[in-house]
């Protein structure tokens, strides 16, 4: 039996995505054959402009974040776009730079809490990603089976 209903919905995200392993370190991923078309990235659009010049257009995967303080400390509201929440694993990737070049720190326990937003079926819906500073450092799976926030 499991001890949190989220957990349950952890595991079949991870499924639903194909990954057989994903290490938080390194941003490497090792997935399945079949994960191939998984996710609607949205694509970065391509120009021409008048010059003959290509002119390409990054995707904007986070929207705005904010540093709220809270009683026990401070709280990252990322409030991701639609393409954010829609990503594949390379746009999980450009969303975590683009949440640190807004404001994020540059921590493991922060960027932990980060990846498992969108890997969640659960959490991709919010609406906004609450990375919380006084949480604890416990690797990419022990935070997802925390439901993203591990240390409660």
Not at 122 to 136: F, T
Request: with cysteine; aromatic share 8%.
């Amino acid at each position: 039996m499991l001890r949190r209903p989220i957990t349950l919905a952890v595991v079949i995200a991870v499924a639903w995505f194909g990954y057989s392993y994903i290490s938080d370190q390194n941003e490497d991923v090792v997935t399945s054959p079949r994960d191939e078309n998984v996710g609607t990235q949205p694509k970065t659009s391509e120009r021409s402009p008048s010059n003959g010049r290509k002119e390409t257009r990054r995707t904007n995967y986070i929207a705005s974040v904010s540093e709220v303080w809270e009683n026990s400390g401070f709280v990252y509201r990322v409030r991701p776009t639609q393409a954010g929440r829609l990503a594949d694993w390379s746009g999980i990737q450009q969303a975590w730079k683009q949440a640190v070049r807004n404001g994020v720190p540059n921590r493991p326990h922060l960027r932990q809490q980060f990846l498992c937003h969108p890997l969640s079926i659960v959490a991709r819906g919010k609406s906004s990603w609450d990375l919380e500073a006084w949480r604890p450092e416990v690797g990419l799976q022990q935070t997802m089976l925390a439901a993203c926030n591990p240390g409660e």
